[in-house]
Every structure is written in structure tokens, then in C-alpha cells.
């Protein structure tokens, strides 16, 4: 696979002669951001160890920096810690995306009726743009998700803002970009009719009435669309969810 430089500069020279803290702090944010979209995407595969030496000249950047974006990675759960062993893409797995929505729907529909009862006129302003900027990307175009991504991010936290715990809403954003691997998958799925947009409009449209119930009932349905779809997909045999082989020996 070709390399990725990060500053367009083979050998990562640039990070060599740029010893300032931000434009360290830049590079590593590069190179996290860059290993996490290989990560979403499939092109790391589960379970697939994390060779930094190999890895650095693939993102044309030093092993520091790499070792630096992977502990990012780490503390987002999509790679896992093996002791002394390095890195290793998290697994995937059906129990866990199960899992993961759960707690999506049991924290983000309290969160967000807790959001629409203490929200005022900026918290409807910041629904209402999200939702505009979200929907001028849906019918969602396969070379423009990650746009997507950040926009969906965007819209679910907007409408949690009105929400008071930062510790609720911290812990949301890390289910919801954790759910993105999964969100990968079922977007690939041949023939799938789902209708994102409408749900995303659903939920915007009871959520400004102020219609606290059916606001909720509508994220519940949008949270669970996805593992819905890929468990009948598997049932079906239309997908399999990779899984790398551990390498004897570690």
C-alpha cells in the first residue's frame, strides 16, 4: 500500500526541522486522524497488529509520533494494548455493537429530553443548524462520508447540548464515534432503504415542537437502525464482519 505522508514529505523530514510543540501537537493530530479513518474504513483490519516501524513510513512520520496517535486510538477503544506485545486494531464484534447501543439509547434519549427541558433559543439555533448542514450532505455520497461523520457528530451533539453533564456527554461521543465502525458496514450493505435523512428530520421536527416523548421514541429507532440492519444481514449471510487472525505468538 502506498504511503501516506502526512506533510508531503517522505521522510518525514519536516517533523525532524519543526521542533515547536504545536507543530508536534498538529502532526500527531494528523497522524491519529489518519490511522482512525484506516481504522473505520476496514483498511486496518480487525485484530491486525500495529507495527510502528512499519507504520511510520506508510504515514510519513516519526515512531514518536505514531506511538503518540496510537495512545489516542487506545483511549478511544479502537485499539487495544497487548503489555509489552504493541498495539492491535480492537476486534470487532455483533455482542459488542449490541452492547454499545444499549448504552447509546439508555444515556442519549435521557440525555436528550434532559436537553430539550433546559435548552433556550441558542440551543434551538444549534439543532436547527446542525440539522440544515446534515441535510445538504444526505442522500449520503460513499466519498464524502467522512464529511458526513463529522456532520452526524455534530447534529446528535447539538441536540445534547442543552444537557448539563459533561461527563454524560463525553461519554456519548465516545459510543457514537466507536459506533462508526460498525456504521461503516451497514452503510455498504447492498439494497439497503433506509431513509437517514427522514429519521434525522423526525427527530429535529419533535424535538423543536418541544414533543418530549416522541422526540425520544424517534432517536431510540434511529440509534437501533443500524445494528438492526447488519444482525439481519448476518442472519441472511449478505455480510460477514472481518476478523483478523491473532499472529502465533504474538
Known amino acids: ?3 501516506r505522508s502526512i506533510l508531503n514529505d517522505p521522510g518525514g523530514r519536516a517533523e525532524a526541522a519543526a521542533g515547536s510543540p504545536t507543530t508536534s501537537r498538529t502532526l500527531i493530530e494528523r497522524a491519529y486522524e489518519h490511522l482512525r479513518g484506516d481504522i ?7 485484530g491486525e497488529k500495529l507495527r510502528v516501524e512499519h507504520l511510520k513510513e506508510r504515514y510519513g512520520v ?5 506511538r503518540e496517535a496510537i495512545t489516542r486510538l487506545a483511549s478511544d477503544a479502537l485499539v487495544s494494548a497487548q503489555g509489552q506485545r504493541g498495539f492491535r486494531v480492537a476486534p470487532i464484534a455483533l455482542e459488542e455493537l449490541e452492547d454499545l447501543t444499549r448504552l447509546r439509547v439508555q444515556l442519549e434519549t435521557e440525555a436528550l429530553r434532559q436537553s430539550m427541558r433546559n435548552g433556550g433559543p441558542d440551543w434551538r439555533t444549534a439543532v436547527d443548524e446542525a440539522f440544515e448542514a446534515l441535510s ?36 456519548l461521543r465516545l459510543l457514537s464515534r466507536h459506533s462508526e465502525r460498525y456504521r461503516s458496514y451497514a452503510m455498504a450493505l447492498p439494497g439497503s432503504r433506509r431513509d437517514v435523512h427522514a429519521e434525522h428530520e423526525e427527530i429535529t421536527r419533535y424535538a423543536l415542537a418541544g414533543q418530549e416523548a416522541r422526540a425520544a421514541l424517534a432517536l431510540e429507532a434511529h ?9 439481519q444481514a448476518l442472519r441472511e449471510g449478505r455480510v460477514v464482519l472481518p ?3 491473532a499472529e502465533a505468538g504474538g
Open 62 to 66: 516519526s515512531a514518536g509520533t505514531l
Open 223 to 231: 440509534i437501533r437502525a443500524t445494528p438492526d440492519l447488519l444482525i
Open 136 to 171: 445538504a450532505e444526505e442522500p449520503i455520497q460513499p466519498e464524502r462520508r467522512p464529511l458526513w461523520e463529522a456532520l452526524n457528530l455534530r447534529f446528535h451533539e447539538a441536540l445534547l447540548s442543552g444537557h448539563d453533564s459533561q461527563w454524560t456527554l463525553r461519554v
Open 243 to 245: 476478523q483478523h487472525a
Open 40 to 46: 473505520i474504513e476496514g483498511r486496518l483490519a480487525p
Open 1 to 3: 500500500m502506498a504511503k
